[in-house]
T-cell receptor, first 112, second 113 residues
């Protein structure tokens, strides 16, 4: 059983399109995150949700909107995609006070 | 704000050698955690080792061990008897809780046969 799963794993799309990435965790964790890994492999947090409430919203464009329908799911919707959005997006989860992040396999987004 | 610095963009060693990856961090938190994650070409993020900052004893996990110097804010990773499968990007990270982890820029470790 995959602990943190993301779909799709690969996404190729045109500039200006809207796309979503879905994430689910079956670990019973309270907190979920979206991280962006750029072409230089740098990992930066985008959003953090704790029990469906937004905790962190780093400086990302308004075109990025996370949604957490329940504690086990955190989806990422991106409007009006730009070339610079091309990256690998990682979903992760953690149990409060343990610190350890459990990562999904990542979703590679390519914007043409 | 937390910062994590990995000063070695790339390292290369021979199989079976010992290698040490450097990491320094800065935080204003009293309670925090430190981690090393490995990212092989498959791009999966894999936890290598974890250290609670309040524990003085250095964490070890089989061939992997850390040298945690709290006052110096240093957290290096030692890999003993390196294997070809250790080839990967290694990320140092600090933090914990709902704020997530702050990652360094990574060290690309290459194990040569």
């Amino acid at each position: 059983d995959t602990a943190v799963s993301q779909t799709p794993k690969y996404l190729v799309t045109q500039m200006g399109n809207d796309k979503s990435i879905k994430c689910e965790q079956n670990l019973g964790h309270d907190t979920m995150y979206w991280y962006k890994q750029d072409s230089k492999k740098f990992l930066k947090i985008m959003f953090s949700y704790n029990n469906k409430e937004l905790i962190i919203n780093e400086t990302v464009p308004n075109r990025f909107s996370p949604k957490s329908p329940d504690k086990a799911h955190l989806n990422l919707h991106i409007n009006s995609l730009e070339l610079g959005d091309s990256a690998v997006y990682f979903c992760a989860s953690s149990q409060e006070f343990t610190g350890e992040l459990f990562f999904g396999e990542g979703s590679r987004l390519t914007v043409l | 704000a937390q910062t994590v610095t990995q000063s070695q963009p790339e390292m290369s060693v021979q199989e079976a050698e010992t290698v040490t990856l450097s990491c320094t961090y800065d935080t204003s938190e009293n309670n925090y955690y430190l981690f090393w994650y490995k990212q092989p070409p498959s791009r999966q993020m894999i936890l290598v080792i974890r250290q609670e900052a309040y524990k003085q004893q250095n964490a070890t996990e089989n061939r992997f061990s850390v040298n945690f110097q709290k006052a110096a804010k240093s957290f290096s990773l030692k890999i003993s008897d390196s294997q070809l499968g250790d080839t990967a990007m290694y990320f140092c990270a600090s933090g914990g809780g709902a704020d997530g982890l702050t990652f360094g820029k990574g060290t690309h470790l290459i194990i040569q046969p």
